[in-house]
C-alpha cells in the first residue's frame, strides 16, 4: 500500500480549492444512511437551474411518464433517490475548477466515467451502494484535477510522457514531480475531511497489493470497484486516462472474472456514461 512521502504539500499547493458546499452536504447525506426524500430536496433547491433540469429529465421519454410532474420530490422519486443524488454531487464537483482547459475537461470527464462504471458494478455486486460507489469514482482522480490546477506546465509533461513513452501516470508524475496523483488526492480528502475509506481508495486505487494487503473485505472491495471501473473506463478511452492493469484474481474479485461479462458491462457503460454527461453538462449526448 501507498505510504505517506515526506512532502510539504501545503507549500506544493498553498490554495486547496473548497468541496463546495451542496457536494458536502450530498455526502452528509449519503453518510447518513437515514435521510429523507425532503433532505436531499432542500439541497437542490439551493440550485434552480438544477431544479429545472430535474424535472426536465423526470419528463422526459426516458422515463416513459404517463403524466407530467412539476414538483422536485416527484421528480426525485421518478429518477430514483440515489441517482439523484449522484447527478447533484456531480454538478456541483464541475465548479471545483476556478477555470477550464482542454485538460481540465479531460480529466472531468474520465471522472464521471469511472463514477459511472463504478455504480455499475456495486450495483452488480449489491455489497455497496451504488451512490456511493458513484461518489468514490467521481473522486478517485481529484489529485489530478488539483495537479492540474496548481501545476499546469508541470502536468502538462506529465501528460507529453504519458502519451509518447506508454507508461502509466503514476510512473510519470512521480518522475516529474517527485509523488503522483494518489499522493496528492490522499492529502486533499484529507484537507476536506473527507470518510477515511475514501481516502484511502482515492490513495490506493493504482496499488498493485490491494488483496494482498489490505485486510478489511469491505475497503478491498471499494478500491477494487474503483480499480476496475477505472481499467474499464481506460479502455473506452474516455477522457484522460491510461491503462489500468488487474490481476485475474482482482477481476475475480469484483465478479467480472469473464472477459465477456466485462465486454457486456462496457457497452452499458458508454450509454450511462452519454446519459449522464448530457444531463450534467445540458448537452445532447455525443459518441466519444
Request: proline residues 3%; neutral net charge; contains cysteine.
Amino acid at each position: 500500500m501507498k505510504k505517506d512521502k515526506l512532502i510539504n504539500f501545503s507549500a506544493t499547493v498553498p490554495d486547496i480549492p473548497s468541496l463546495p458546499v451542496v457536494a458536502t452536504r450530498i455526502l452528509q447525506i449519503i453518510a447518513s444512511g437515514n435521510s429523507s426524500l425532503e433532505d436531499l430536496k432542500k439541497v437542490i433547491s439551493m440550485d434552480q437551474a438544477f431544479s429545472s433540469r430535474l424535472l426536465k429529465v423526470a419528463n422526459s421519454p426516458y422515463y416513459r411518464a404517463s403524466h407530467t410532474v412539476s414538483d422536485i420530490s416527484y421528480a426525485i422519486t421518478r429518477i430514483g433517490f440515489t441517482t439523484v443524488q449522484a447527478l447533484v454531487f456531480a454538478i456541483s464537483l464541475r465548479d471545483l475548477r476556478r477555470s477550464s482547459n482542454k485538460t481540465d475537461v479531460a480529466l472531468w470527464e474520465h471522472s464521471l466515467a469511472v463514477s459511472v462504471a463504478s455504480g455499475l458494478i456495486a450495483r452488480d455486486l449489491g455489497l455497496i451502494p451504488s451512490g456511493e460507489a458513484f461518489i468514490f469514482g467521481l473522486l478517485h482522480d481529484i489529485g489530478k484535477v488539483v495537479i492540474n490546477l496548481s501545476m499546469r506546465k508541470e502536468f502538462a509533461e506529465v501528460i507529453r510522457i504519458v502519451q509518447q513513452e506508454k507508461v502509466p501516470f503514476v510512473e510519470a508524475e512521480n518522475r516529474i514531480l517527485g509523488f503522483d496523483h494518489g499522493d496528492m488526492g490522499k492529502y486533499v480528502a484529507q484537507q476536506w475531511n473527507l470518510p477515511d475509506d475514501m481516502v484511502f481508495a482515492i490513495a490506493n486505487h493504482h496499488e498493485p497489493d490491494i488483496m494482498t494487503e489490505v485486510d478489511s473485505a469491505d475497503l478491498k472491495r471499494k478500491t477494487l470497484i474503483i480499480k476496475a471501473a477505472d481499467a474499464l473506463c481506460a479502455s473506452l478511452e474516455i477522457g484522460l486516462s491510461h491503462g489500468m492493469v488487474l490481476s485475474a484474481q482482482e477481476w475475480q474479485f469484483v465478479k467480472l472474472g469473464s472477459a465477456k461479462r466485462r465486454d457486456a458491462l462496457l457497452a452499458i457503460i458508454q450509454d450511462e456514461y452519454q446519459s449522464y454527461r448530457s444531463f450534467i453538462t445540458g448537452q445532447p449526448s455525443r459518441r466519444t
